[in-house]
């Protein structure tokens, strides 16, 4: 199973389960203007290319890094739901506009939707795809002027003795208007293709982490100034969502493979233990689920709920790191020299989670367990003590592409990855909108 359908369950769940729809105070026949300029620290950007979306109907603006409209900013390889955007160039001096009808920003029941724009930086001749920023919004007023800012920071990756450095500059004063540089907060991302290698979040200029965590992967990294669910005037949306994205650069992944790779696994459900062949939690690709199937090529049998999954290294090995992906809660982590006592290791809590051992000492099997969490891992990798390394950069030059020589950033979603952006938004739409038919309903008669 792919991950991404795993992402679609779970954020389907908190479409339903979140925040009431905000009510349109936008009447749906009046004329609506939606516009503003598009500036870097230093200028205006002429010429910039625009694409407003409509992306979800849930009330409170939060933020999504990748968002459908960044997807939608590649004409050339943009998926078919970009067809729905309305697409905009900016003038001479940044400025832009959107002639829409007040229904065009609501749901279908009436409630203001969550709307983005989204513009890119060409690549510069040492990026592989150029700065971006999506903007997220509410329309409650018929007159909207947004301030659309690019950040494009000189940003390094690069080995020193203590770990992988990541250097940037924070935004230059000024650029992100005051009434919206509240709780900025970084994110500093690496991706092979489709897949997210590692994020560090929160980071700070300067941020340190271990090489071990990139492995042997090849990708682009970014860096990402971001807020949410900031409450501003109506004219620069009433509550909005913002992520500036650096250009991406490309990397080198130095620290080789893990004692993992390659090694088996199994899956224990119902009180015994299933081998799984081939084991996708130590294949090095980290996107996809691992969701063990024990019910093989039989109808009478009803799948049972997978308690944990146990990756065997074959021999003892001195572990002083454990990371574990995919694990959408909380999972545990333990690990045993004999397959009978275990330590625990440590809970994760999140998509990422490495667990830095006090001491190395001698492990042949790491055990990763939760409620449902066990089909969403993605990968578990086990490290040996690291060794040192030449300080140096971690990027190389570009790979050349037709999205580098343009003037937008090449996507770092697959189309799948877009629907399920999609997807979460239609039901949010429709969970959303059902609340406010129903408060309606409700309310007293006048």
Same mark, same amino acid.
């Given at each position: 199973?792919?991950?991404?359908?795993?992402?679609?369950?779970?954020?389907?769940?908190?479409?339903?389960?979140g925040?009431?729809?905000?009510?349109?105070?936008?009447?749906?026949?009046?004329?609506?203007d939606?516009?503003?300029?598009?500036?870097?620290?230093?200028?205006?950007?002429?010429?910039?290319?625009?694409?407003?979306?409509?992306?979800?109907?849930?009330?409170?603006?939060?933020?999504?890094?990748?968002?459908?409209?960044?997807?939608?900013?590649?004409?050339?390889?943009?998926?078919?739901?970009?067809?729905?955007?309305?697409?905009?160039?900016?003038?001479?001096?940044?400025?832009?506009?959107?002639?829409?009808?007040?229904?065009?920003?609501?749901?279908?029941?009436?409630?203001?939707?969550?709307?983005?724009?989204?513009?890119?930086?060409?690549?510069?001749?040492?990026?592989?795809?150029?700065?971006?920023?999506?903007?997220?919004?509410?329309?409650?007023?018929?007159?909207?002027?947004?301030?659309?800012?690019?950040?494009?920071?000189?940003?390094?990756?690069?080995?020193?003795?203590? &770990?992988?450095?990541?250097?940037?500059?924070?935004p230059? =004063?000024?650029?992100?208007?005051?009434?919206?540089?509240?709780?900025?907060?970084?994110?500093?991302?690496?991706i092979?293709?489709?897949e997210?290698?590692?994020r560090?979040?929160? =980071?700070?200029?300067?941020?340190?982490?271990?090489?071990?965590?990139?492995?042997?992967?090849?990708?682009?990294?970014?860096?990402?100034?971001?807020?949410?669910?900031?409450?501003?005037?109506?004219?620069?949306?009433?509550?909005?969502?913002?992520?500036m994205?650096?250009?991406a650069?490309?990397?080198?992944?130095?620290?080789?493979?893990?004692?993992?790779?390659?090694?088996?696994?199994? +899956?224990?459900?119902?009180?015994?233990?299933?081998?799984?062949?081939?084991?996708?939690?130590?294949?090095?690709?980290?996107?996809?689920?691992?969701?063990?199937?024990?019910?093989?090529?039989?109808?009478?049998?009803?799948?049972?709920?997978?308690?944990?999954?146990?990756?065997?290294l074959?021999?003892?090995?001195?572990?002083d790191?454990?990371?574990?992906?995919?694990?959408?809660r909380?999972?545990?982590?333990?690990?045993?020299?004999?397959?009978?006592?275990?330590?625990?290791?440590?809970?994760?809590?999140?998509?990422?989670?490495?667990?830095?051992?006090?001491?190395? $000492?001698?492990? $042949?099997?790491?055990?990763?367990? &939760?409620?449902?969490?066990?089909?969403?891992?993605?990968?578990?990798? +086990?490290?040996?003590?690291?060794?040192?390394?030449?300080?140096?950069?971690?990027?190389?030059?570009?790979?050349?592409?037709? =999205?580098? $020589?343009?003037?937008?950033?090449?996507?770092?979603k697959?189309?799948?990855?877009?629907?399920?952006?999609?997807?979460?938004?239609?039901?949010?739409?429709?969970?959303?909108?059902?609340?406010?038919?129903?408060?309606?309903?409700?309310?007293?008669?006048?």
């Amino acid at each position: 199973m792919r991950r991404p359908l795993a992402a679609i369950a779970a954020l389907a769940l908190l479409a339903f389960a979140g925040p009431a729809c905000t009510v349109s105070r936008v009447k749906p026949e009046a004329n609506v203007d939606i516009g503003g300029t598009v500036r870097t620290a230093d200028a205006a950007v002429p010429g910039a290319r625009l694409v407003m979306q409509r992306e979800g109907d849930v009330g409170d603006v939060v933020l999504t890094i990748a968002s459908i409209g960044f997807a939608c900013l590649d004409s050339a390889n943009s998926p078919a739901i970009c067809h729905k955007g309305r697409f905009a160039t900016a003038n001479p001096s940044g400025a832009f506009v959107y002639h829409v009808k007040g229904r065009d920003t609501q749901s279908t029941f009436g409630g203001s939707a969550v709307l983005s724009i989204s513009t890119a930086l060409p690549a510069t001749a040492n990026e592989a795809a150029g700065a971006s920023t999506t903007y997220r919004f509410h329309v409650q007023t018929e007159k909207v002027d947004l301030p659309i800012r690019l950040w494009d920071p000189a940003v390094d990756a690069g080995l020193t003795p203590a &770990g992988v450095q990541v250097t940037f500059p924070p935004p230059a =004063a000024g650029l992100i208007p005051r009434q919206l540089n509240l709780g900025v907060r970084y994110t500093v991302e690496f991706i092979r293709g489709s897949e997210v290698v590692w994020r560090v979040f929160p =980071a700070q200029p300067g941020v340190v982490f271990d090489p071990r965590l990139l492995e042997d992967s090849t990708g682009t990294m970014r860096v990402i100034a971001s807020a949410s669910r900031i409450h501003v005037t109506e004219t620069l949306g009433d509550e909005v969502a913002f992520a500036m994205r650096s250009g991406a650069r490309s990397y080198v992944g130095s620290a080789g493979t893990p004692l993992s790779r390659g090694a088996p696994c199994s +899956v224990v459900a119902a009180g015994k233990s299933v081998r799984v062949a081939p084991c996708r939690l130590t294949d090095g690709a980290f996107g996809d689920g691992f969701a063990p199937v024990v019910c093989s090529g039989s109808t009478a049998c009803t799948e049972p709920p997978h308690e944990s999954a146990i990756v065997d290294l074959q021999r003892s090995a001195r572990v002083d790191l454990i990371v574990v992906r995919g694990c959408t809660r909380a999972c545990r982590v333990e690990a045993s020299l004999d397959g009978a006592d275990w330590r625990l290791i440590g809970v994760g809590q999140g998509n990422e989670a490495a667990f830095a051992l006090a001491q190395a $000492r001698s492990e $042949r099997y790491v055990r990763v367990s &939760g409620p449902n969490e066990v089909d969403q891992l993605t990968e578990v990798s +086990v490290w040996g003590p690291a060794k040192q390394s030449q300080p140096r950069s971690l990027l190389v030059a570009p790979t050349p592409s037709p =999205a580098a $020589r343009g003037t937008v950033p090449a996507p770092t979603k697959t189309r799948s990855t877009v629907w399920i952006i999609v997807a979460v938004g239609i039901l949010g739409a429709v969970s959303g909108g059902l609340i406010v038919w129903l408060a309606r309903r409700r309310a007293p008669a006048r």
